[in-house]
Nanobody
Framework: VQLQACGGGLVQAGGSQRLSCVASGRTLSTRALGWFRQAPGKEREFVAT?????????YYADSVEGRFTISKDYAKNTVYLQLNSLKPEDTAVHYC?????????????????????WGQGTLVTVSS
């Protein structure tokens, strides 16, 4: 599975941004897609995830709950991350990732190890 993320850029605090991630290749094995982010000098952290098949269940990190929305367009093989009410601390490279459910579970969906495929990342910079 190949993942191509885009949509990052410079935005003012309080503003919005929408990220997209297009999946290609052996997507039939994909069961969930997720977004992670890595701020300068920090470890990569979970942002949100959505089931790709078997419904559209979503889970969010506490830090983005109510501000970010993950969604999908199955026909376009695309997952989106709508970022609203952005804060300077949201500045990070945002990565999309895909899971075939080998390690993904209700207790592990927030862990990088639960995702087998990763995109190249797109930078979101929030100015104060």
């Amino acid at each position: 599975v190949q993942l191509q993320a885009c949509g990052g850029g410079l935005v003012q605090a309080g503003g919005s941004q929408r990220l997209s991630c297009v999946a290609s290749g052996r997507t039939l094995s994909t069961r969930a897609l997720g977004w992670f982010r890595q701020a300068p000098g920090k470890e990569r952290e979970f942002v949100a995830t959505i089931y790709w098949t078997g419904g559209s269940r979503t889970y969010y990190a506490d830090s983005v709950e109510g501000r970010f929305t993950i969604s999908k367009d199955y026909a376009k093989n695309t997952v989106y991350l709508q970022l609203n009410s952005l804060k300077p601390e949201d500045t990070a490279v945002h990565y999309c990732a895909a899971s075939d459910f080998t390690y993904y579970s209700l207790t592990s969906y927030g862990k990088s190890q639960s995702y087998e495929y990763w995109g190249q990342g797109t930078l979101v910079t929030v100015s104060s």
